[in-house]
């Protein structure tokens, strides 16, 4: 049996030369950097591009990895938030998209973001512009979803749906790919439709692509988080929550080993509890998806010291 670094070789060559990018298993790794490296988003070697906005610990959170790794114990970063007393909740998307949620329902939501200074609330379009209202200048992004749930709207709506969220508030983008088109072989149609979304977010909003880890393959989901990185995502993303299955470790270190170091993991779907949510992070995820937030990290208080 095929160890899993074997596959995501493998699945790495076939990709390229489904998109008429021809290499060796010697090069693939290298010539995936150099097609993600198209000037389209940061790079982590380089601050020559930086807006001064603070957006770069969102963006590119394995960037905040080297850093700590090279010996720093603390990291400076502009951001308009307050103090985060849990270094956990800068890694939590607080969530709420259940169809029946009230309008009092996304307030709490937001007011609990603020409060607990969670990464992003992450809501239905139609909740975006009154919780961009709502969190002016805390410090916490608006996160929605296109495509929602399924992936199978055209891209042409996923990249109108795109623009209107940006357009009412939405500093991040979830993306639901078109499984069906992966699993049906379509390789060049899932570049293409994540790449014409990825254009509409530019550079100031945040792309994450949601694979639905628990329809595919293991080499599906190589072949998923390959084509998101190619197509210029800023994350790929396990699950909507909404499915068979939600998030597993081994799902998030296969994407956290496919895409290296170039593009954020988010876990979503069943995290109900903080040791749930530190193994995701161990595991290799830069953000985790929870609508069970304040439980998660009101948990840390209930800890015996």
Known sequence: MMRDDEIIDEVA???????????????????FERLTSDGDHHDDASCASCTGRGECARRRPVTLRRIVAAGACRVAQRFPGGKVEDELAACIDHTLLRPDATYEQVNQLCREAAEHHFATVCVNPV???????????????????????LGTTTTEVKVAETRQCIDHGASEIDMVMHVGALKSGDLQGVYDDIRRVARECGRDVLLKVIIEAALLTDEEKVQACLLAQRAGADFVKTSTGFGPGGATLHDVDLMRRTVGEDLGVKAAGGIRDRATAEQMIAAGADRVGASASVKILRERDAKPQ
């Open 13 to 31: 060559a076939r990709v390229l030369r489904r998109l008429g990018l021809a290499a060796d298993r010697g090069t693939v790794h290298a010539e």
């Open 127 to 149: 909740h975006v512009a009154a919780c961009a209202a709502m969190l002016r200048g805390s410090g916490v992004a608006v996160c929605t979803v296109v495509g929602f749930p």
